[in-house]
C-alpha cells in the first residue's frame, strides 16, 4: 500500500530557501516535496509502499535522512512523522 509520509527536523537556526531547493531535489526522485525555508526546521512530504503506517515511518525517515545528508542540511532531529495512506486519502474524498 502506498503512504504520504510528512517528516520534519527542528534545529537552532533559520533554514535558507537555497538549502531546501537542495533537499527538494534530493527527494524528487522518490515523489518527494520539500518546505521548511525561513524557519527554524526543514521537513519533506515522501511517498512510499508499505504494509503499515510503522513500516512506511522507517522507510520514508531512512529515505529523508539519505535526502538530508545528499542536500547537506544540518544534522538535526526528527521531531515529527505523520503518515497517510491511500486508503485514508480516498476515504477523505469520499467524506
Given at each position: 500500500?502506498k503512504?504520504?509520509?510528512?517528516v520534519?527536523?527542528?534545529?537552532?537556526?533559520?533554514?535558507?530557501?537555497?538549502?531546501?531547493?537542495?533537499?527538494?531535489?534530493?527527494?524528487?526522485?522518490?515523489?518527494?516535496?520539500?518546505?521548511?525555508?525561513?524557519?527554524?526546521?526543514?521537513?519533506?512530504?515522501?511517498?512510499?509502499?508499505?504494509?503499515?503506517?510503522?513500516?512506511?515511518?522507517?522507510?520514508?525517515?531512512?529515505?529523508?535522512?539519505?535526502?538530508?545528508?545528499?542536500?547537506k542540511?544540518?544534522?538535526?532531529p526528527?521531531?515529527k512523522?505523520?503518515?497517510?495512506?491511500e486508503?485514508?486519502?480516498?476515504?477523505?474524498?469520499?467524506?
Amino acid at each position: 500500500m502506498k503512504f504520504s509520509v510528512s517528516v520534519y527536523a527542528e534545529g537552532n537556526r533559520i533554514i535558507e530557501l537555497d538549502e531546501i531547493v537542495e533537499l527538494a531535489d534530493a527527494v524528487a526522485h522518490i515523489g518527494g516535496i520539500a518546505s521548511g525555508a525561513g524557519s527554524m526546521a526543514y521537513g519533506a512530504q515522501i511517498v512510499v509502499d508499505a504494509e503499515n503506517s510503522d513500516e512506511a515511518v522507517e522507510i520514508a525517515i531512512a529515505k529523508f535522512t539519505e535526502a538530508v545528508e545528499q542536500a547537506k542540511l544540518p544534522d538535526w532531529p526528527i521531531t515529527k512523522a505523520e503518515t497517510i495512506s491511500e486508503i485514508d486519502d480516498l476515504e477523505e474524498l469520499e467524506e
